[in-house]
């Protein structure tokens, strides 16, 4: 059975302007590469990005930003998704309308065009090339697999429930622990919370060639050494 809820992604992602195909004297961001823990310095390049950041003036009400993406979309057929997000950036807190899913640059200004005339005003351009701890709310769609583990709709992802409210930098140091102490597949992993009947805190698992038994083993070691802190 699929469960559809609302929850929030916290990651860390290294993030850059684009430059072309946008709005004039508008601040857009786009990533380089959405899962560097698991990629390292071997990201691979692609013809489209995987995230862009509508950079904005101001904080945006999460339900505005949803109604506004969904008219969008209703109106010009162009297929993305539009997620309310926020960026830390050397200790400066960005907001942003986070893009995916989208089929290709040429469509970046026309959505932004849509957006500031449903009146969402953007931030003036200014370079940025920095690491961003990203913070995006977003629907996920998952199936459980055990009463601890659950699967993304989306390929390669997987959420591991854990009873703690852990911060950022305890989550950096914690799965720089775990992967000093465990042998299975290459990972990428960031930080979550699912809103629904309950909040669940847990920890996103990307991985092309994880298998179900090494899960289990993750999530026990991630539960092992969060008991330390």
């Given at each position: 059975m699929i469960l559809e809820t609302f929850g929030t992604i916290f990651k860390e992602e290294?993030?850059?302007?684009?430059?072309?195909?946008?709005?004039?004297?508008?601040?857009?961001?786009?990533?380089?590469?959405?899962?560097?823990?698991?990629?390292?310095?071997?990201?691979?390049?692609?013809?489209?990005?995987?995230?862009?950041?509508?950079?904005?003036?101001?904080?945006?009400?999460?339900?505005?930003?949803?109604?506004?993406?969904?008219?969008?979309?209703?109106?010009t057929g162009i297929n993305f998704d539009g997620s309310p997000a926020e960026l830390n950036i050397a200790n400066n807190n960005y907001h942003a309308i986070r893009l995916r899913d989208f089929q290709g640059f040429e469509h970046i200004s026309e959505i932004q065009e849509h957006y500031r005339d449903e009146g969402i005003r953007f931030a003036k351009s200014k370079k940025i090339e920095n690491s961003a701890i990203i913070q995006i709310k977003k629907i996920f769609k998952v199936e459980t697999l055990t009463d601890k583990i659950l699967k993304s709709q989306e390929q390669n992802i997987y959420y591991l429930k854990i009873n703690t409210q852990l911060t950022w930098s305890h989550f950096k140091k914690i799965t720089n622990q775990v992967r000093n102490n465990i042998r299975i597949s290459p990972f990428d992993a960031a930080l979550g919370i699912l809103y629904s009947s309950e909040l669940?805190?847990?920890?996103?698992?990307?991985?092309?060639?994880?298998?179900?038994?090494?899960?289990?083993?993750?999530h026990l070691k991630y539960k092992e050494i969060i008991k330390q802190y």
């Amino acid at each position: 059975m699929i469960l559809e809820t609302f929850g929030t992604i916290f990651k860390e992602e290294h993030v850059k302007n684009l430059k072309t195909g946008i709005l004039s004297n508008t601040l857009v961001l786009e990533n380089l590469g959405q899962f560097p823990g698991y990629y390292g310095i071997n990201i691979p390049t692609q013809k489209n990005p995987d995230f862009i950041f509508l950079v904005t003036q101001k904080h945006e009400p999460t339900e505005k930003i949803l109604r506004i993406t969904h008219n969008i979309k209703k109106k010009t057929g162009i297929n993305f998704d539009g997620s309310p997000a926020e960026l830390n950036i050397a200790n400066n807190n960005y907001h942003a309308i986070r893009l995916r899913d989208f089929q290709g640059f040429e469509h970046i200004s026309e959505i932004q065009e849509h957006y500031r005339d449903e009146g969402i005003r953007f931030a003036k351009s200014k370079k940025i090339e920095n690491s961003a701890i990203i913070q995006i709310k977003k629907i996920f769609k998952v199936e459980t697999l055990t009463d601890k583990i659950l699967k993304s709709q989306e390929q390669n992802i997987y959420y591991l429930k854990i009873n703690t409210q852990l911060t950022w930098s305890h989550f950096k140091k914690i799965t720089n622990q775990v992967r000093n102490n465990i042998r299975i597949s290459p990972f990428d992993a960031a930080l979550g919370i699912l809103y629904s009947s309950e909040l669940t805190d847990f920890i996103r698992i990307y991985s092309e060639k994880i298998t179900n038994d090494e899960l289990e083993k993750l999530h026990l070691k991630y539960k092992e050494i969060i008991k330390q802190y």
